[in-house]
Structures are given as C-alpha cells and as structure tokens.
C-alpha cells in the first residue's frame, strides 16, 4: 500500500486545515490509520488514530476537541480536520496504515506498517 498526504500550507493561528491521506495499490478497510507529526529538531509523534471500521477514534491529549480524524473506506481516503491551530501545530504530517487494533499500541511509530510521504503545515502567529 502505497500513502499520499496532502492538503498542508500556510495557515494563520487560529484557522483551519483538513488534510487527507490517499492509498494506492491497496485497500485502507484493512488497516488503522494514524496521523503522526515531526516539527524541526523533534521526534515524530502520535497525534490521532482511527479504527478499521471508523468505530473508534483517539487523539493526543494536546489536538483533543480541535482536530478530528475521519475515513471513507469507499474512496480509499482519511482525513485530519484541524480548528483552532495553534502555532506549536507546525509539522510535517505523516499518515500511517498499520495491521495492529490496539490504540495503546497505536500510539507507537513502531506499529505502522506503511507511511506516506509527509505534508508540511505552518501555522503563523
């Protein structure tokens, strides 16, 4: 399964962005779907997962009840709607497929199996 992220920018404090995650040479219902974050001179980190199924979702303690991680299994597609950026929100974003169900170990880098590219946001002040 092959990733692409995209929909990342300029964005002032404040705004919005939805970024979405196209599979390709695969099916995504297979999978959970993670959205992973690096800022300069920092490791990546967890930032949301969704269920194979849409049933279940969890997020980092610092994007919960301003961004929200949704799928459509029909167009092979998951999205990240992020309200109310903030500064410290620029990253480059990652989504990242992975066979594993557990969300205590969905939080982890290590259990994704298949990562795309990165799409970078900046959230100006």
């Known amino acids: 399964v092959q990733l692409q992220a995209f929909g990342g920018g300029l964005v002032q404090a404040g705004g919005s962005r939805r970024l979405s995650c196209a599979a390709f040479?695969?099916?995504?219902?297979?999978?959970?779907m993670g959205w992973f974050r690096q800022a300069p001179g920092k490791e990546r980190e967890f930032v949301a997962v969704i269920a194979w199924s849409g049933g279940w979702t969890y997020y980092t303690t610092s994007v919960k009840g301003r961004f929200t991680i949704s799928r459509d299994n029909a167009k092979n597609t998951v999205y990240l709607e992020m309200n109310s950026l903030k500064p410290e929100d620029t990253a480059v974003y990652y989504c990242?497929?992975?066979?594993?169900?557990?969300?205590?170990?969905?939080?982890?880098?290590?259990?994704?199996?298949?990562w795309g590219q990165g799409t970078q946001v900046t959230v100006s002040s």
């Open positions: 990242a497929a992975s066979g594993q169900a557990s969300s205590a170990t969905l939080v982890r880098v290590s259990a994704y199996d298949y």
């Open positions: 040479g695969g099916t995504l219902s297979a999978y959970s």
